[in-house]
C-alpha cells in the first residue's frame, strides 16, 4: 500500500526558509502529478504548488507564493520537495504532499495523501 511522508517542517522567522520533503513507499508503478497543499488556521485547504511528472510541463503555483515557493523532484524517486523562500506569518500552516500515481497492478491512478507537516512562521 502507498504510503505518503513529509518531512522538513518547524519554526521559522519572516524572511526564513525552510524545505519540505514528500517521499512516497510502496509499489508505484508511475506518478502523474505531485502538489502541495496547505490548511491555515481556521480555513479551508489550499492549494500551493504543482509539477507534473513530464518534464516539459512547467511548475504552477499560487498566486500568494509565487516567485517565493519551489516545487522540485530531487530525483527520479517518487519525491518531490517543497522549497520555500521568504517566508511570511501567513504562509504558517499545515502542509499536505498529494501524488496521483498508479500503484501495483491497479489500471487507474489515484490520489495519495500525506498526514501533513506543520510550517510556523513566528519571530
Known amino acids: 500500500q502507498v504510503q505518503i511522508t513529509e518531512s522538513g517542517g518547524g519554526l521559522v522567522r519572516p524572511g526564513g526558509s525552510l524545505r519540505l520533503s514528500c517521499v512516497a513507499s510502496?509499489?508505484?508503478?508511475?506518478?502523474?502529478?505531485m502538489r502541495w497543499y496547505r490548511q491555515r488556521p481556521g480555513r479551508e485547504r489550499e492549494w500551493v504548488a504543482t509539477?507534473?511528472?513530464?518534464?516539459?510541463?512547467?511548475?504552477m503555483y499560487h498566486d500568494s507564493v509565487k516567485s517565493r515557493f519551489t516545487i522540485s523532484r530531487p530525483s527520479a524517486a517518487p519525491a518531490v520537495d517543497l522549497q520555500m523562500n521568504s517566508l511570511k506569518p501567513e504562509d504558517t500552516a499545515v502542509y499536505y504532499c498529494?501524488?496521483?500515481?498508479?500503484?501495483?497492478?491497479?489500471?487507474?491512478?489515484?490520489?495519495?495523501w500525506g498526514q501533513g507537516i506543520q510550517v510556523t512562521v513566528s519571530p
Open positions: 498529494g501524488m496521483t500515481l498508479l500503484e501495483g497492478q491497479k489500471s487507474d491512478y489515484s490520489d495519495y
Open positions: 509539477r507534473s511528472s513530464i518534464a516539459k510541463n512547467p511548475p
Open positions: 510502496g509499489v508505484i508503478q508511475r506518478i502523474s502529478t
